[in-house]
């Protein structure tokens, strides 16, 4: 198979380097593996890093850079687009400020060769943890995963998780229409309603340590958790563009 790491990239300057010198050496393993970088607006070095690694890593290594910031939904539709238009059989999504493990790859294309669609790397299935994240992010994100779990039926625990690895099958079976961070729970709540087939793998979380996270918490975030809610009733009830994504 062929693997395309999508990574979205948002003033990362100095979590780059060892992020992708970590996910090269981890993929070591694989025979045919790269990495789409989405540089989306950084006003740090973010973009400069980038094109550092890829004289190192010319092969493995691919840039888009939006020149000014769209956002991350933008970001990972750039990315997804860019994978598609290539022969990759599969898509793995991570965070690029250093709390998803590298190592953890490996465990996602596992359970992908064992015949999974959408695999997630999951903080609250037996084995998976968050550490020195704050409470009341840990609080918000397993509340709003244990509703979503009780009205729309859906089987899985860690649905906000960016850890993840997805057949381009699957991808190119929807649309994908938010512009926010919703655009993770867009992805599951659709190709669950299509019948894909998911798997949860554990993963431990961690706290940034270099640079500040662009994801804030205040009334607003409530705001858009509610209406979220309601637009994964209308997904899960089937009411969603089924044409592929074809550029962003």
């Known amino acids: 198979m062929k693997y395309t790491l999508i990574l979205p990239i948002y003033n990362e300057s100095g979590n780059l380097k060892p992020l992708i010198n970590d996910i090269l050496t981890t993929s070591k393993l694989l025979t ?4 789409i970088a989405v540089n989306d607006g950084s006003k740090d070095n973010s973009l400069q890093e980038l094109e550092e690694l890829k004289k190192i890593y010319p092969d ?3 840039i888009i850079d939006h020149g000014t910031n769209r956002g991350f939904a933008a970001a990972l539709k ?3 687009a860019a994978a598609l238009r290539t022969s990759s059989d599969v898509a793995l999504f991570m965070d690029a400020d250093q709390t998803h493990n590298p190592k953890d790859l490996i465990k996602l294309i596992k359970a992908i060769e064992d015949g999974y669609d959408f695999v997630i790397g999951s903080r609250y299935v037996s084995g998976g943890s968050m550490l ?3 409470k009341y992010r840990v ?5 709003f995963n244990w509703i979503i779990r009780r009205i729309l039926f859906v089987n899985l625990k860690d649905m906000t998780s960016g850890y993840r690895a997805i057949k381009t099958e699957a991808l190119r079976s929807f649309d994908l229409k938010e512009r926010d961070f919703t655009i993770q729970m867009e992805e599951i709540i659709k190709a669950y309603k299509l019948g894909f087939k ?4 554990p993963i431990t979380l961690v706290n940034r340590k270099i640079g500040k996270s662009a994801m804030q918490y205040n009334i607003k975030t409530f ?3 509610g209406k979220l809610l309601l637009k994964c009733l209308v997904w899960r009830l089937g009411f969603f563009s089924k044409n592929p994504i074809t550029k962003e």
């Open 60 to 62: 493995q290594i691919a």
């Open 139 to 143: 609080y918000l994100s397993q509340i």
């Open 223 to 225: 705001w858009v958790y």
């Open 132 to 134: 020195n994240v704050p």
């Open 198 to 201: 998911f798997r949860e793998i």
């Open 32 to 35: 045919d593996f790269q990495i």
């Open 78 to 80: 750039t990315g997804i």
